[in-house]
């Protein structure tokens, strides 16, 4: 018996080994079909490419919804394969350009422009705007192919270059007379590519393709990439489509922020896809394919989100007809902190090490290691804690993460730092913080304003001051450095002539200019500079002063914005009736249902709602209004208002409530109608 027993509990042990390593080869199955269901064998044949456009008629305003967008790694161009069945909606006209066969053959249905949850559509941004005007079918259709033989017999064309521009690659960077970041791409006939064998590797995701601006600097990564990026995902997903890749189609590689873009990964499946490069596309597809295409793709990002430019055709300024709010960046700030995993700040948390942990109110201070560097840095950060009673914290790009910077700032009390693009990070401060920008000797603080304009946006409540070096002698230029690096240098044997250097060291202030190589603002920009402490001191205690009555005031200014989002619904049963003996007509009616609501959202403080009374007489054009702040009027019947209430043919009324900070609500949709 006992043996029996032992060979039963021996059986059911090797059973359930046999059972689990059985799941565990099916999970791992699952896992590896899942990562690399991007990957589709060579011998699949291109398919055939569709396109519907929709927007307005500039670039930044159009969007392109692709189906089977290719592209060629040896010709660096997009391809779109035309054939019986494809779609061509919405583009722009093709110029001289000779037409072909009709778009929508077979009785193909268009697709729906927005993206669905369903998958048809996704994402997809392209490269080269500029399409090289000297390619020739030979070229694009790889070995010695001619027009003729790629088409077989005497057909004419084979191939077909798009002459305008399709979409914008980067959400409207405004780059003169630039066309490296307009898209369009090359065309080739379903039957070229089947003569030739052609084949491709196909990637089933959804891919948002994206030319990157300058990302090895901060501030075009911040506002020229990642912005766009954010903004336009968030309406797609909005839209119903969600787990977009990102392909970054430049000639950049991954680069110094790269941590920044990664944020920007789809979770699609078990795994979280990055973005792509160029390179890392080419690692991740069959490397014998002629082609890779994205199954789904969409170019075409939002171009709304721009606080700045970097006057290209004008002076730099503030963006003109920026719609971007301190709120919708606080909002982006929110996504990268979550992106990056950054944990709210928390003084006991050791997750970036003790020097970025402070116990007490703190300042931040940028210092730089190469160049605009603060030479009595030391000296500064003593002033800062004496006068304000802040310990300063001095963190340099090139000696701390980004993502410790990030979580240093979100609890500081003021940053400090040169006029340069770290700036940018301010978006990460506390609402009421201080962001004070240093400025070299000769550049005038009201020329140069991306930070300024940050820091002014709406809903971002930052305090912003600037202060400017007015003593050439604190001043310490680099003449002995590069021209592109504010130097007279210009290669080992050579530098700029004499009297270019006195003109460029005599253009005090600088003078307005466009971007972004005048050589008197590169000299003054990368100026090294001794800060002057009273006046520094001066210019933070403005700031400071400022910071202490927000403070003051943020429970009440807190609660009247708070209240003033919030718009009051209809007003209910409206009534009226003539009232012989009082000579009145008496309207009254009910409040709107989210008064509660409303009255919470003053956080406790006084709240009352008031309505206003529209009086019209029958058949008159004009009316009168009164206001109320009961939920009831009475209206002197021999009152004049545009017509004569007396009047025997009656009179219409309206009702409207008003919240606080004078939101109006909706009309009521039917006036109620009295007669004497």
């Known amino acids: 018996m006992t043996d029996n027993k032992e060979y039963s509990y021996t059986m059911l042990a090797k059973l359930l080994i046999v059972f689990l390593i059985v799941h565990l080869l099916a999970v791992i199955t699952l896992i590896l079909c899942f990562s690399s269901d991007h990957e589709v064998a060579s011998a699949i044949v291109v398919p055939v490419s569709s396109v519907w456009c929709v927007g307005g008629p500039r670039l930044e305003q159009r969007r392109c919804y692709f189906r089977n967008l290719c ?46 949850g369903n998958g048809d559509f996704s994402v997809s941004g392209g490269v080269k705007s500029d399409l090289r005007g000297g390619a020739s079918v030979k070229s694009a259709l790889g070995g010695g192919a001619s027009v003729k033989s790629a088409l077989g017999g005497g057909a004419k064309r084979s191939l077909r270059y798009r002459g305008e521009a399709v979409a914008d690659l980067s959400g409207g960077v405004e780059a003169h007379g630039n066309t490296d970041f307009h898209f369009s791409y090359v065309e080739i006939p379903e039957a070229a590519i089947r003569g030739k064998n052609f084949t491709s590797s196909i990637l089933p995701e959804k891919m948002l393709v994206f030319r990157r601006f300058k990302p090895d600097n901060l501030m075009h990564v911040l506002h020229d990439d990642l912005l766009p990026l954010w903004a336009t995902l968030a309406e797609l997903e909005y839209a119903g489509a969600r787990d977009y890749r990102v392909f970054f189609a430049d000639d950049h590689d991954e680069g110094d922020y790269w941590e920044l873009y990664r944020v920007f990964r789809s979770r699609t499946h078990l795994n979280s896809h990055h973005p792509l490069v160029k390179r890392s596309l080419r690692a991740e597809v069959d490397k014998d394919a002629d082609l890779v295409c994205f199954a789904t793709a969409t170019v075409g990002v939002v171009a709304h989100t721009k606080w700045y430019q970097y006057g290209y ?33 928390d003084i006991d948390m050791p997750r970036y090490g003790s020097r970025v942990r402070q116990k007490q109110p703190y300042a931040v201070l940028f210092n730089r290691r190469s160049d605009r560097l603060i030479l009595n840095e030391v000296e500064l950060s003593f002033a800062i804690s004496r006068e304000f009673n802040l310990s300063t914290v001095t963190v340099s790009l090139e000696t701390h993460s980004l993502s410790g910077i990030i979580h240093l700032l979100e609890n500081a009390t003021m940053l400090i730092g040169m006029h340069g693009a770290q700036l940018a990070l301010s978006m990460f401060l506390p609402r009421h913080s201080i962001l004070l920008e240093l400025f070299p000797y000769g550049l005038p603080a009201a020329h140069y304003t991306p930070y300024r304009t940050l820091a002014h946006l709406e809903g ?217």
């Open 71 to 116: 592209y060629s790694f040896p010709h660096d161009e997009f391809v779109f394969v035309r054939g019986a069945d494809s779609l061509v909606q919405g583009l722009p006209p093709t110029g001289g350009l000779p037409q072909e066969a009709p778009t929508t053959e077979r009785g193909v249905s268009p697709p729906a422009p927005p993206p669905g």
């Open 313 to 345: 055709d004008r002076f730099q300024g503030p963006a003109a007809d920026a719609t971007i709010t301190g709120s919708k960046i606080r909002a982006f700030a929110h996504f990268i902190r979550k992106g990056l995993e950054i944990p709210k700040y």
């Open 460 to 676: 971002l409540d930052l305090i912003y001051r600037a202060w400017e070096n007015p003593d050439p002698a604190k001043s310490h230029p680099h003449p002995e450095y590069p021209v592109h690096h504010g130097g007279f240098v210009l290669d080992a044997t050579r530098k700029i002539p004499e009297q270019q250097q006195a003109e460029i060291v005599s253009n005090v202030p600088v003078k307005p200019h466009r971007c972004c190589k005048d050589p008197a603002f590169l000299f003054r920009m990368y100026q090294d500079t001794v800060v002057d402490l009273p006046g520094f001191i001066r210019t933070a205690w403005e700031a400071f002063t400022q910071r202490q009555e927000r403070l003051k005031n943020r429970k009440t200014e807190s609660s009247n914005a708070t209240a003033a989002t919030f718009s009051p619904a209809e007003v209910k049963n409206l009534n009226c009736s003539y009232r012989p003996g009082k000579g009145v007509f008496h309207v009254d009616w009910e409040e709107p249902w989210n008064r509660a609501f409303l009255s919470g959202a003053t956080n406790g403080g006084e709240f009352r709602m008031r309505y206003l009374v529209r009086v019209q007489p029958a058949g008159a054009t004009e009316y009168t209004e009164f206001e109320s702040a009961e939920t009831h009027l009475d209206v002197p019947a021999a009152e004049d208002g545009g017509g004569g209430l007396a009047s025997g043919s009656g009179v219409h009324f309206w009702v409207a409530a008003v919240a606080a900070g004078d939101v109006v609500g909706p009309w009521t949709r039917r006036p109620v109608h009295c007669h004497r």
